[in-house]
């Protein structure tokens, strides 16, 4: 691969037809931390979070006034109830699936049309970093708006601005169970205990953010940091309700634990919603942070075994910008390591679909469309099924089963594809970069669609 090749495909999301590959270069990737657009026009018609919340509050309204007319009812009703019900939770569930499938058809859209593939790159990197699920009922509709609301804006900001966006977003409080998480000592939690309830502390969220999103495991915190970091969430909710009070996450102070804090060491006297504010600039500062993170962008930009060298680069950035990360950016695109001329990393199966769909041109697909081919795949679109997102190595993506699929899912989009050259198509695709196996394949290939099919998952689309 020469430079272009790797600005294009392992920096990038692949060549696209409408991209001038002649600019692709250092400079090239340097210049998108400034055109950065993290609301692109692909983005403009998704529903915003306050939107989807004030869906489930509306749903959970009308579905509390069935439940009352069935306690109300007479045994000759009760069956209509039942069917008025089961007839709402099935429109229910099919307006909030449809925010999904909306979400996932503009995140590839844009993932198509971007002028700005690095970036977008970075995008997906750290809302696979700052994972959810969309499993549950209530984070299905909202997943789309956690990567573009608490994530995109701040891609080229600070790190601490990342973070408290991603930990207090809607989706991440009820994903990880925040909603849940109440200060017993609170005023709610001593009315409740005073009538004999017993709800507490959560500490899912707290665990995930010191293990998953800022110090990483085995990094020395115990379980006590665990606990005072719960307490200092309690408050954030989401007060799915009623229709009037959704506008999104909330700090409650009655659910607050009161007191200070301490946390690995460091006492934390902060009332309320600054006490996290606090905790969490100094997690986003942290050098274990700094080298769990340095870890993870090196593993992502230069190989499955991260060059220890390469991994100090990026830390010693991270630190000495107090985590802004264009520095780090720049450190990356800095790193020798991450230019070696043979390939170092295997394509995902977004990864892959994205770059097959961009060497053909695609720019537009029919609406509700876009998770099939995902869930072909094998990696459904914020559905990773765990707080730690997506694996970032081959030995996740590699097996024979996943390359038949792309074998399957190529097929189809050679056929769909119409007449295209692909010998031509590939020394676009690669520019200088198409090996001599490869183009021989092509031509021998016993049919133009058959050819375009080759190519990809020729060696050159399947990595990066």
Avoid: C
């Avoid at 001038?20 to 657009?37: F, N, P, S, V």
């Avoid at 804006?153 to 989706?171: C, I, N, Q, S, Y």
């Avoid at 029919?366 to 765990?386: D, F, I, M, Y």
């Avoid at 024979?400 to 989009?413: F, N, Y």
């Amino acid at each position: 691969m020469n430079e272009r090749s790797i600005a294009l495909n392992r920096f990038g999301l692949g060549a696209s037809a409408t991209q001038a590959k002649a600019e692709a270069g250092r400079a090239w990737l340097t210049g998108q931390i400034a055109a950065y657009d993290p609301w692109p026009a692909a983005l403009a018609s998704v529903t915003s979070s306050a939107a989807i919340l004030r869906d489930v509050g509306e749903f959970q309204s009308v579905y509390r006034d069935i439940r009352q007319q069935k306690r109300a009812a007479s045994a000759g009703n009760a069956q209509s109830v039942d069917e008025a019900a089961m007839l709402m939770r099935r429109d229910a569930r099919g307006v909030l699936r449809r925010h999904y499938s909306d979400a996932v058809d503009a995140r590839i859209v844009s993932a198509l049309t971007t002028p700005t593939p690095f970036a977008e790159r970075l995008a997906h990197f750290w809302a696979n970093h700052f994972a959810i699920s969309a499993d549950k009922v209530t984070v299905i509709p909202l997943a789309g708006a956690f990567e573009f609301e608490a994530i995109r804006p701040h891609v080229m900001g600070r790190f601490v601005d990342l973070l408290k966006a991603a930990e207090t977003h809607p989706a991440m409080l009820l994903y990880l169970d925040q909603t849940r998480s109440l200060g017993p000592n609170s005023p709610i939690g001593q009315r409740q205990a005073g009538a004999g309830k017993q709800r507490g502390l959560n500490e899912n969220l707290a665990r995930e953010i010191l293990e998953l999103h800022t110090l990483g495991a085995r990094s020395g915190y115990t379980q006590a940091d665990v606990t005072e970091l719960a307490r200092a969430l309690t408050g954030w909710t989401v007060p799915i309700r009623g229709i009037d009070d959704t506008d999104g996450a909330a700090f409650q102070p009655q659910r607050h634990e009161p007191g200070g804090r301490t946390l690995l060491g460091k006492r934390y006297a902060q009332a309320d919603a600054a006490q996290l504010d606090a905790i969490l600039a100094d997690l986003a500062v942290h050098p274990a942070t700094a080298r769990h993170l340095a870890t993870k962008l090196t593993v992502h930009f230069a190989g499955d075994a991260p060059p220890p060298a390469m991994v100090a680069r990026l830390e010693a950035a991270f630190i000495a910008s107090n985590g802004d990360l264009p520095t780090v950016y720049r450190a990356i695109i800095a790193s020798p390591e991450a230019w070696v001329a043979q390939p170092i990393k295997f394509r995902t199966p977004w990864e892959w679909s994205i770059a097959a769909m961009r060497a053909l041109g695609t720019t537009t697909i029919a609406p509700g469309s876009g998770n099939g081919l995902q869930t072909q795949l094998g990696q459904q679109v914020w559905k990773p099924g765990q707080p730690n997102g997506y694996d970032d190595v081959a030995v996740t993506w590699a097996g024979a089963d996943a390359l038949m699929r792309r074998v399957e899912a190529a097929e189809r989009l050679a056929q769909r594809a119409g007449p295209v050259d692909a010998r031509a198509l590939g020394q676009s695709l690669f520019p200088e970069a198409l090996t001599a196996p490869t183009a021989a394949a092509l031509q021998r290939a016993d049919s133009p669609g058959q050819a375009l099919a080759l190519l990809l998952v020729a060696p050159e689309m399947l990595r990066r």
